[in-house]
């Protein structure tokens, strides 16, 4: 099982980003997609979560009408798009992936915003 994330980076307060984690070793339609963000010092907080059917979709209030998810199931792949972002976004985003009572993560990728 592998869950690869990409697309953090470095961007302006304001600025957009799109995170990809890519799939690979296990059913992804049939799982559950989220990602996660953590900062150091703190708990790993859920920021954005959408089922296996694609059709529900939760997010977190700090980032509700910033960030969308999505997935693509052809390709085995979600995505986060976050627009507006603020220098509280900054933190390392993980994929993780829930579901027959499994739970993956991927590796992480670190979004830093600048004020």
């Known amino acids: 099982v592998q869950l690869v994330e990409s697309g953090g980076g470095l961007v302006q307060s304001g600025g957009s980003l799109r995170l990809s984690c890519a799939a690979s070793?296990?059913?992804?339609?049939?799982?559950?997609m989220r990602w996660f963000r953590q900062v150091p010092g703190k708990e790993r907080e859920l920021v954005a979560a959408?089922?296996?059917?694609?059709?529900?979709?939760n997010y977190a209030d700090s980032v509700k009408g910033r960030f969308t998810i999505a997935r693509d199931d052809a390709r085995n792949t979600v995505y986060l798009q976050m627009n507006s972002l603020k220098p509280e976004d900054t933190a390392v985003y993980y994929c993780n992936a829930a579901g027959w009572g499994n739970e993956y993560w991927g590796q992480g990728t670190q979004v830093t915003v600048s004020s």
């Open positions: 959408i089922g296996s059917a694609g059709i529900s979709t």
């Open positions: 070793g296990f059913t992804f339609r049939s799982y559950a």
